[in-house]
T-cell receptor
Framework: QQQVKQSPQSLIVQKGGISIINCAYE??????FPWYQQFPGKGPALLIA?????SEKKEGRFTISFNKSAKQFSLHIMDSQPGDSATYFC????????????FGQGTTLQVKP | EPEVTQTPSHQVTQMGQEVILRCVPI?????FYWYRQILGQKVEFLVS????????KSEIFDDQFSVERPDGSNFTLKIRSTKLEDSAMYFC?????????FGEGSRLTVL
């Protein structure tokens, strides 16, 4: 119940295309869903986040779509660029008041020029 | 821009040795965390720390692990007797508002 399942494991997209990464969760007590971007040798960096009372959030080329009834959320990267090549993790925060994040397995995105 | 800093960036140690990983969280943050990432795998929660005590720990965080905030700025993770399977990247994170800021990590290699 504490898991967050992420797919696909890897993704190759042409420059200018749309990258879509999906996540699913079971625990309805999760109240915050961030996406992190990680470059090799670096720590995860917050990209965009959403709360369950909103169905979509857009920041620049990055959009989170959130489906509360299906317990799914996804990251869309519009006009994907080679600089977007990185590993992306979805995560969820539980209601334990400790702020603990549970991460998905990660998606390695490669954007080909 | 304030950031979480971690030292060392890479440590190589022999199995059975003690290791201390150090972190300086962002100065006005109150919640501190350690996560670990085995090569090629997901980021896993180890422990959260608030008000000078552990607030939550995972099943990974057994008696070999301990955390401490020895002064007003540092936050340390100690592994008492390292095992081969402790080889991983260890990330420190901190927050005040819920958004976690991660350091760049300490790579631990246990031989």
């Amino acid at each position: 119940q504490q898991q967050v399942k992420q797919s696909p494991q890897s993704l190759i997209v042409q420059k200018g295309g749309i990258s879509i990464i999906n996540c699913a969760y079971e625990n309805t007590a999760f109240d915050y869903f961030p996406w992190y971007q990680q470059f090799p040798g670096k720590g995860p960096a917050l990209l965009i986040a959403i709360r369950p009372d909103v169905s979509e959030k857009k920041e620049g080329r990055f959009t989170i779509s959130f489906n509360k009834s299906a317990k799914q959320f996804s990251l869309h990267i519009m006009d994907s660029q080679p600089g977007d090549s990185a590993t992306y993790f979805c995560a969820a925060r539980g209601s334990s008041n400790t702020g603990k994040l549970i991460f998905g397995q990660g998606t390695t995105l490669q954007v080909k020029p | 821009e304030p950031e979480v800093t971690q030292t060392p960036s890479h440590q190589v140690t022999q199995m059975g040795q003690e290791v201390i990983l150090r972190c300086v969280p962002i100065s006005n943050h109150l919640y501190f965390y350690w996560y670990r990432q085995i090569l090629g795998q997901k980021v896993e929660f180890l422990v959260s720390f608030y008000n000078n005590e552990i607030s939550e720990k995972s099943e990974i965080f057994d008696d070999q692990f301990s955390v401490e905030r020895p002064d007003g700025s540092n936050f340390t993770l100690k592994i008492r007797s390292t095992k081969l399977e402790d080889s991983a990247m260890y990330f420190c994170a901190s927050t005040s508002t819920g958004e976690l800021f991660f350091g760049e990590g300490s790579r631990l290699t246990v031989l």
